[in-house]
């Protein structure tokens, strides 16, 4: 199913009316049924700590909390730098690039889309998701990209309420 008008509105009205994390859930809502994923995560960027923080997970095997060394994952993040998106479209590339591949391929995941979220040139996270091989395409990365802007006053807030 392609983005409709009816989902940016959507997820509009859930980041300007509904806490953040229910605001999360609603993304994940449509992302499912736009692009699909076994797991979707929102990471937000804690700069001076060098790390990035979880602040909503589809998955209890990667709860909200958990942080990250930047790094460990030095090549999504300097593609995102440069692109906005970033692609490990098979398990060799999730291998190469995630420290944590074989947790993730415990999972069924062999392929993972990253979209940084920006404002006004300051990286402020990423939205995660995480598949099958073959899963995502470039209609998919647009979608991701739009979805990654969409969210970005939610991760403005510092940290956000996710209560």
């Known amino acids: 199913m392609k983005l409709t008008r009816a989902h940016i509105d959507e997820v509009l009205r859930a ?5 953040a994390a229910t605001a999360f859930a609603a993304v994940a809502t449509i992302a499912q049924a736009t692009c699909g994923f076994r797991l979707l995560t929102v990471l937000r960027y804690d700069e001076p700590a060098g790390e ?25 993040h300097a593609v995102m730098a440069a692109d906005g998106c970033f692609l490990a479209a098979d398990a060799d590339a ?4 995630f420290a944590d591949h074989e947790r993730l391929f415990a999972l069924g995941i062999t392929a993972i889309l990253n979209a940084q979220v920006r404002v006004s040139g300051r990286r402020l996270g990423t939205l995660n998701l995480s598949g099958t ?31």
């Open 15 to 19: 980041v300007g009316e509904e806490p």
């Open 133 to 163: 091989q073959g899963q995502y395409g470039t209609e998919e990365v647009a979608t991701a990209r739009l979805l990654a802007g969409l969210i970005a006053p939610l991760l403005a807030v510092n940290p956000p309420d996710v209560s």
């Open 94 to 97: 999730i291998r190469r690039v």
């Open 52 to 76: 990035v923080v979880r602040v909503y997970s589809s998955d209890p095997a990667y709860p909200v909390g958990g942080r990250k060394s930047l790094a460990a994952y030095t090549v999504n």
